[in-house]
């Protein structure tokens, strides 16, 4: 049975090299047990990680038992990833059942409170946020919607993931994942106008 991986790396992971082999290719070393490969995907796709697993859930004592417990899946189960797949949409769709197998085995009042609101979530670069402002009400605006909203629109606005890899992570059809974002949306729009609205300045405007 191989070692589990996942806690080691966080404690030492080492600094990625230029030539880093792609998802694919680590994946494919992964099922030959290289650690290296591991620890090389586990640094790429950490802050991603972090970011999703945090924005379902809503707790940040939560989220590095997701990203570990989900990568250690990875570790385990390389050999099940189908090359029609892109990597990051199958690794995302193990992350997603965690998420929602932590908030059920979890469940709490889902109300963000002022710590909460204050602190800014890592690895948020290039986001399409004008400032910590936005990001701030983005959060309390996520606080009023049920976890698969929350998923949909942090997937499509946040990761620029199209409706059908969506719909592959979620494990549902891909009229879904719209129906959500357009709840979802009319949700926000309700709750703040400015965040909600169709302009190119709006970081939560209709998606292309």
Not at 62 to 90: F, G, H, M
Not at 110 to 124: F, K, R
Not at 176 to 190: G, S, Y
């Amino acid at each position: 049975m191989r070692d589990k991986p996942t806690q080691r790396v966080y404690n030492s992971m080492p600094q990625a090299s230029a030539g880093d082999a792609s998802d694919a290719e680590l994946i494919a070393l992964i099922c030959e047990s290289d650690h290296r490969a591991f620890e090389q995907l586990y640094r790429r796709y950490y802050q991603r990680l972090f970011r999703f697993a945090y924005r379902i859930t809503r707790r940040f004592d939560q989220t590095e038992e997701i990203i570990n417990d989900a990568l250690y899946v990875v570790w385990k189960k390389a050999s099940t990833w189908r090359q029609e797949t892109v990597p990051s949409t199958w690794i995302f769709g193990i992350a997603y059942k965690k998420c929602l197998k932590s908030l059920a085995e979890r469940p709490r009042a889902e109300h963000l409170n002022i710590e909460e609101a204050d602190i800014q979530l890592p690895g948020v670069q290039d986001s399409g946020l004008k400032n910590l402002e936005i990001e701030d009400w983005i959060s309390v605006a996520f606080s009023h919607l049920p976890a698969e909203q929350r998923a949909v629109l942090e997937l499509t606005y946040y990761h620029g993931l199209h409706y059908k890899e969506i719909a592959t992570i979620m494990d549902c059809p891909e009229n879904t994942v719209k129906t959500r974002i357009f709840h979802a949306r009319k949700k926000i729009q309700a709750l703040f106008p400015d965040l909600a609205e169709g302009s190119g300045d709006s970081p939560l405007g209709q998606p292309s």
